[in-house]
C-alpha cells in the first residue's frame, strides 16, 4: 500500500491542524494505520493508532485529549486532528500501515510508510 500525508503547515500556539493520510494499492481496509512524529534531532515517536475497522484508537499520553484519530474506508484515508497545539508538538508527522493486532506503538511493526508532512507551532 502507498501513503501519502499532508495537511502540515505553520500555526500558531493554541490552533488547530488535520492531517490527512490518503492510501492506495491495496485494500485500505486491510491495515491498522499509526501516526509516528520525529523532532529535529530526536528519535521517531509514536502519536496515535487505529485499527483497521477504527474500532480501536490508541493515543501518546503527550497528545491524548488533544488529538484524534479517525478513518474512512470509503475513502482510503486516514486523519489526525490536533488541536490546543503546542510549540513541542513541531516534527514532521509520518502516517504508516501495518498487520496485525499487536504493538500498535512501535515504529518498527508498521510495513509501509509515507513521506511524512512538516507540522511547526509558534509560540
Known amino acids: 500500500v502507498q501513503l501519502q500525508a499532508s495537511g502540515g503547515g505553520l500555526v500558531q500556539a493554541g490552533g488547530s491542524l488535520r492531517l490527512s493520510c490518503a492510501a492506495s494499492?491495496?485494500?485500505?481496509?486491510?491495515?491498522?494505520i499509526g501516526w509516528f512524529r520525529q523532532a529535529p534531532g530526536k528519535e521517531r515517536e509514536f502519536v496515535a493508532a487505529?485499527?483497521?475497522?477504527?474500532?480501536?484508537?490508541y493515543y501518546a499520553d503527550s497528545v491524548k485529549g488533544r488529538f484524534t484519530i479517525s478513518r474512512v474506508n470509503a475513502k482510503n484515508t486516514s486523519y489526525l486532528q490536533m488541536n490546543s497545539l503546542k510549540p513541542e508538538d513541531t516534527a514532521v508527522y509520518y502516517c504508516?500501515?501495518?498487520?496485525?493486532?499487536?504493538?500498535?506503538?512501535?515504529?518498527?511493526?508498521?510495513?509501509?510508510w509515507g513521506q511524512g508532512t512538516l507540522v511547526t507551532v509558534s509560540s
Open positions: 487505529i485499527t483497521w475497522s477504527g474500532g480501536r484508537t
Open positions: 494499492g491495496r485494500t485500505f481496509n486491510d491495515y491498522n
Open positions: 504508516a500501515a501495518k498487520t496485525g493486532y499487536y504493538y500498535f506503538t512501535e515504529s518498527r511493526e508498521y510495513d509501509y
